[in-house]
């Protein structure tokens, strides 16, 4: 069973920043998309980031509407981490996020259902 780790959840203001972790393992690392995911109370679990490595080399990244601009998706190959730099945070970021790794072959980076392993989330609480 794969686990991804991750760490960096929090309590922060409006307009505040948090850095968020995950560990990956490294056969699963550069092997394919990676991204991060959140889930809010009652809602159903979304895209927020994507990034595909090659050879340790970031090659591209997307982003949701909702976080383009704010959030920033990023890796370093030699801790075999993934990280999600949250700036201007608002109310409507509050969800617990998770860490993904290896999409599907055809499979839509936004998509849930399209990616293997996961971590077990760390909560993002925005107070306003």
């Known amino acids: 069973q794969v686990q991804l780790v991750e760490s960096g959840g929090g309590s922060v203001q409006a307009g505040g920043s948090l850095r968020l972790s995950c560990v990956v393992p490294g056969y699963t690392y550069n092997r394919n998309w990676m991204g991060w995911f959140r889930q809010a109370p009652g809602k159903e679990r979304e895209g927020v980031a994507a990034i595909y490595t090659l050879s340790g080399i970031t090659i591209s990244t997307r982003y949701a509407d909702s976080v383009q601009g704010r959030f920033t998706i990023s890796q370093d190959n030699a801790k075999k981490t993934l990280y999600l730099q949250m700036t201007s945070l608002k109310s409507e970021d509050t969800a617990l996020y998770y860490c993904?790794?290896?999409?599907?072959?055809?499979?839509?980076?936004?998509?849930?259902?399209?990616?293997?392993?996961w971590g077990q989330g760390t909560q993002v609480t925005v107070s306003s």
């Open positions: 993904a790794a290896e999409m599907r072959s055809g499979g839509s980076w936004y998509l849930a259902a399209d990616f293997t392993y």
